[in-house]
């Protein structure tokens, strides 16, 4: 203040613009480092998921069945609408016949499918078309056994509709041109306080001369290990057989 007093009225406006700008370039420098960490600090954008991996599991009195594949977003993520493409192979092994000696027959098989999935929020429909490979060996307790390859068309549909706050429906169906092979599935749940859905399932499979009727319980939406799990279970009718009891585990994983 003193130098203002000596210096004159434009000296002393020199003076404070001077000491203004330099305060406001330290202010400048110092807020710049901050600046920057901040911007590193920041974590990159997730790329959006675009890959279900899933498996299952099914075993009954005279059959189990083991399967896993994959569904794909060809572009973009799962939670837009778009091109899909669906990958599945499983393996059963099951009773020839019912009477003894039953003997075993060891069957696989492959599905490649190439679908659109439209997507509204939580709720989705997929219809995919493609082939069905099915692989075959029997083994008879006495007398020959046999070994043959089929070769089919698969049509296939998957349903979700959250249609109320804590409900889902679940519909599912194929329709295959190896003996004429037909199934669907509906299931409807209720959300529970753990956060799982809770409900009944219905399944119909025809093939040939050959029936199966299923209804039972659902748990959807089970979370353990970093990965959503299905538990059901229910009592079965099919055309060659009495009654008896089944269950599924099922398991998926988004990535």
Same mark, same amino acid.
Request: proline share 4%.
């Given at each position: ?6 210096? =004159?009225? %434009? ?41 279900? @991996? ?5 075993? %009954? ?15 973009? =993520?799962?939670? $837009? ?9 499983? %393996?059963?092994?099951? +009773? ?36 069905? @490979? ?5 083994? $008879? ?19 979700? @509709? ?36 809770? =409900? ?6 025809? $093939? ?12 959807? =939406? ?5 990965? $959503? ?20 585990? %099922?398991?998926?994983? +988004?990535?």
């Amino acid at each position: 203040m003193a130098a203002c007093a000596t210096a =004159g009225v %434009g000296a002393c406006v020199a003076y404070r613009v001077g000491r203004a700008g330099l305060a406001g370039l330290a202010m400048v420098f110092a807020a710049t480092p901050a600046s920057a960490a901040s911007i590193d600090e920041e974590e990159p954008e997730r790329a959006p998921l675009s890959m279900v @991996i899933f498996g299952s599991m099914e075993a %009954g009195p005279t059959k189990t069945f083991l399967s896993v594949g994959m569904k794909r977003a060809i572009a973009g =993520g799962l939670s $837009e609408s778009g091109f899909r493409l669906f990958v599945k192979a499983g %393996g059963a092994q099951e +009773q020839t016949h019912r009477h003894r000696p039953h003997g075993v027959t060891y069957k696989s098989e492959t599905q490649a499918l190439l679908g659109y999935e439209w997507r509204v929020g939580d709720s989705f429909l997929a219809l995919y078309a493609g082939s069905d @490979i099915e692989s075959e060996q029997r083994i $008879e307790a006495f007398g020959p056994s046999f070994t043959g390859t089929r070769y089919g068309a698969r049509l296939q549909a998957d349903l979700w @509709i959250v249609p109320a706050p804590g409900m889902v429906v679940q519909a599912n169906a194929y329709a295959s041109s190896l003996n004429g092979r037909l199934w669907a599935r509906l299931a409807t749940g209720w959300q529970v306080p753990a956060g799982f859905y809770l =409900g009944p399932e219905f399944e119909a499979y025809r $093939e040939r001369d050959y029936r199966k009727l299923r209804l039972g319980l659902h748990l959807t =939406g089970l979370r353990f290990l970093g990965l $959503e799990w299905r538990l059901s279970g229910g009592l079965q009718k099919t055309s060659d057989r009495p009654s008896a009891y089944y269950g599924t585990l %099922g398991l998926h994983w +988004q990535r």
